[in-house]
T-cell receptor, first 114, second 112 residues
Framework: AQKVTQAQTEISVVEKEDVTLDCVYETRDTTYYLFWYKQPPSGELVFLIRRNSFDEQNEISGRYSWNFQKSTSSFNFTITASQVVDSAVYFCALSEASDYKLSFGAGTTVTVRA | DAGVIQSPRHEVTEMGQEVTLRCKPISGHDYLFWYRQTMMRGLELLIYFNNNVPIDDSGMPEDRFSAKMPNASFSTLKIQPSEPRDSAVYFC??????????FGDGTRLSIL
């Protein structure tokens, strides 16, 4: 069975600080996908990134960056120079290539204070 | 292109009543998923369809829950009879084979 662990329940930072969200996963499949979704206070789920298991290149998109390390089964997410609008719950998720079902972590609530 | 559309956005009803949640997936997407979000259990998959056919309903909590997809542009999730423990946010998501899942805004359901 696949499993996603987000050990950090809540993180609070002051604006402009960097924040890193940890995600550790378990799967027996060799082909799988990892995701990050954002859930702002308004409640919708917003797709941020997808990574497949064969692509360990780190990715940067604006102030967001992701570090994928198969050796430690981790897919961490960093927000650089955080802003108040980054306040949200962030979910890491995993799907195996065979069925596309998403298994979500418990989420990390990020609060950015002005 | 329009995103995944769910209705209603909010539903408040009394225990024992039938509840119907609706979802219109993104046009061209051939996978549709229903998720439930609660404080206790987080986000959990209830059921998903491929080409209108249910593929995996192992997450459906009990027989009171049923889901249908009569055509490629519409799906329903029904709860009959509803119970207070069914109160949650229900999300619908869709995807095509090569894309990630895109979620609707959710239906916030309260059973009194």
């Amino acid at each position: 069975a696949q499993k996603v662990t987000q050990a950090q329940t809540e993180i609070s930072v002051v604006e402009k600080e960097d924040v890193t969200l940890d995600c550790v996963y378990e799967t027996r499949d060799t082909t799988y996908y990892l995701f990050w979704y954002k859930q702002p206070p308004s409640g919708e789920l917003v797709f941020l990134i997808r990574r497949n298991s064969f692509d360990e290149q780190n990715e940067i998109s604006g102030r967001y960056s992701w570090n994928f390390q198969k050796s430690t089964s981790s897919f961490n997410f960093t927000i650089t120079a955080s802003q108040v609008v980054d306040s949200a719950v962030y979910f890491c998720a995993l799907s195996e290539a065979s069925d596309y079902k998403l298994s979500f972590g418990a989420g990390t609530t990020v609060t950015v204070r002005a | 292109d329009a995103g995944v559309i769910q209705s209603p956005r909010h539903e408040v009803t009394e225990m024992g009543q039938e509840v119907t949640l609706r979802c219109k997936p993104i046009s061209g997407h051939d996978y549709l998923f229903w998720y439930r979000q609660t404080m206790m259990r987080g986000l959990e998959l209830l059921i998903y369809f491929n080409n209108n056919v249910p593929i995996d309903d192992s997450g459906m909590p009990e027989d009171r829950f049923s889901a249908k997809m009569p055509n490629a542009s519409f799906s329903t999730l029904k709860i009959q009879p509803s119970e207070p423990r069914d109160s949650a946010v229900y999300f619908c998501a869709s995807k095509d084979k090569n894309q990630p899942q895109h979620f609707g805004d959710g239906t916030r359901l309260s059973i009194l």
